[in-house]
């Protein structure tokens, strides 16, 4: 079975500074890994994608992730923080293996606060 | 390209009634995805189809919740009778590909419907 673990359901950074947002993951399979933003009233939008290619995963807004096996971690970076990061971000995990088919399980979220 | 359709945006109703959500994923999407998602919680897969094939439902509440997507294209979502811990916003996502191909795809979601069940 997969599983998702966010650290942290509530992270506060002042405009300007670095963002981390922590995932670990637990999966039988090496994993394909995402990272969803969502923003109020909004569905989900892919930031970035882990399939195995590079570890280190660049994605939008500025945001990337790096893979770390040894770790079970795909932590979500930004260096330099904007008022309009402001949002809930999921970490997700898929298992390859499933069939083919995406079988997706997500985090609890963390909601991201920008301090002007 | 239009994006993933749900409507409504919001329903208000009382315990043990009954309610639809309806959804209209991407074009040519064959695969769609109902998820519940509790307010501080990360989206729950409610059920998986795959055209007009369910992949997966063992998620889903089957006393009191049914799905179907007719066709292959647009997807209904019913809850009969809601209790209270349906409240909750109940996102319908797409995506492109077949089995095979999808493991790694990006899903797309639409806006929600939001539930409120009182």
């Known amino acids: 079975a997969q599983s998702v673990t966010q650290l942290g359901s509530h992270v506060s950074v002042s405009e300007g500074a670095l963002v981390l947002l922590r995932c670990n993951y637990s999966?039988?399979?090496?994993?394909?890994l995402f990272w969803y933003v969502q923003y109020p009233n909004q569905g989900l939008q892919l930031l970035l994608k882990?399939?195995?290619?590079?570890?280190l995963v660049k994605g939008i807004n500025g945001f990337e992730a790096e893979f770390k096996k040894s770790e079970t971690s795909f932590h979500l970076t930004k260096p330099s923080a904007h008022m309009s990061d402001a949002a809930e971000y999921f970490c997700?995990?898929?298992?390859?293996?499933?069939?083919?088919?995406?079988?997706?399980?997500f985090g609890t979220g963390t909601k991201l606060q920008v301090i002007p | 390209e239009a994006g993933v359709a749900q409507s409504p945006r919001y329903k208000i109703i009382e315990k043990r009634q009954s309610v639809a959500f309806w959804c209209n994923p991407i074009?040519?999407?064959?695969?769609l995805y109902w998820y519940q998602q509790i307010l501080g919680q990360g989206p729950k897969l409610l059920i998986q189809f795959q055209n007009n094939g369910v992949v997966d439902d063992s998620q889903l509440p089957k006393d009191r919740f049914s799905a179907e997507r007719l066709k292959g294209v647009d997807s209904t979502l019913k809850i009969q009778p809601a209790k209270l811990e349906d409240s909750a916003v109940y996102l319908c996502?797409?995506?492109?590909?077949?089995?095979?191909?999808?493991?790694?795809?990006?899903?797309?979601f639409g806006p929600g419907t939001r539930l409120t069940v009182l």
């Open positions: 999966s039988s399979v090496p994993p394909y």
């Open positions: 882990y399939t195995s290619a590079a570890t």
């Open positions: 074009s040519g999407h064959a695969t």
């Open positions: 996502a797409s995506l492109p590909g077949l089995a095979g191909e999808g493991s790694y795809n990006e899903q797309f």
């Open positions: 997700a995990v898929s298992d390859p293996a499933w069939g083919g088919y995406q079988k997706v399980t």
